[in-house]
């Protein structure tokens, strides 16, 4: 047993190192994409208001990889017809320059300013349904086009079952994506980077999932 729990620990490190570096230096890490991507087609038709789910801010005021293909996302189903858009991120407080970039890049996209709704208190997924709530029930009749990339999808869903907040949505499928696009070892690292916090995160929500929301809003 003790001969046999040794070769195990000689192996064990080899085969982690053999891992993280099919992670970095191949694309390998999505074989396991299909396990987040939960979008779906979106009809032309469908919902009157398009909530994003920013992904935060770079150094310097530049958009987030994520934020920013969040936000084209959006843009391609406001260019198809004319939806409000609501953008919910943490780094968009009161006073902050952020907001300015956010509103700038969807202005400079086309999108007429009485279109553009920003909520900026939230800190995490769950807070963004929760905080948003009162401005969807407000501005929505139709339905909600839900925007976030592949790798956050399925928390998005598995949140939204749970807090059933009372609204119809579609969480819209990505097709252009930074987790798709590694081109490099850094685009690899940061990619693998964000599975690994995403599965983290969804483990943690499993364990500790936030308690529902009434339909003004309320916990």
Known sequence: MRKGLRRILLILPAVVLALIAAG?????????????????EVQPQ???????????????????????????????????????????DGSLYPGSRAIRVFRDFLLKNGVRSGDILLEGKSQTTYENFLY???????????????????????????ILRNLQPGYSYVIARMEESEIYQAGSVRRRIRNL?????????????RLFPSPAVGTDGTE
């Not at 948003?132 to 598995?158: F, M």
């Open 132 to 158: 948003t709530l009162p401005l969807v029930q407000k501005h929505s009749r139709e339905g909600v086009i839900i925007c976030t990339s592949p790798y956050h999808q399925k928390r998005v869903r598995i």
């Open 24 to 40: 970095i230096f191949t694309n390998a890490y999505q074989i396991f994409l299909p396990c987040f991507e939960r979008g779906e």
């Open 46 to 88: 469908y919902g009157d208001l398009i909530l994003v789910l920013g992904g935060g801010m770079r150094r310097g005021l530049e958009l987030g990889y994520s934020t920013r293909e969040r936000l084209e996302l959006a843009l391609r189903f406001y260019r198809e017809r004319s939806r409000r858009i609501l953008v919910t």
């Open 193 to 205: 980077g964000l599975m690994i916090r995403e599965t983290g995160a969804l483990i943690k929500y």
